[in-house]
């Protein structure tokens, strides 16, 4: 599937000799090509449904991301 950063500060499959964040490993929001909303961010230890997970993003990111979405 085809990510578009809109939010954070990895670019994944940039610079991959020095890639941001160690190899793109930080928080990050993209949209996907259906127009969903994806969040990339560290794990956070909570029970959630088979397929599904939970992760921690700093504000700063999703206020980021809420903007980029608004145009």
């Not at 599937?1 to 020095?18: N, P, S, V, Y």
């Not at 794990?43 to 979405?69: F, K, M, N, Q, T």
Request: glycine share 14%.
């Amino acid at each position: 599937m085809e990510l578009t950063r809109i939010a954070g500060t990895c670019k994944l499959g940039e610079d991959e000799d020095d890639p941001p964040c160690g190899g793109g490993d930080c928080p990050t929001v993209y949209t996907a090509p259906d127009g969903s909303v994806v969040v990339q961010g560290y794990l956070v230890d909570h029970d959630v449904p088979d397929g599904e997970g939970i992760v921690s993003i700093p504000a700063e990111v999703l206020l980021e991301a809420a903007r980029a979405l608004r145009g």
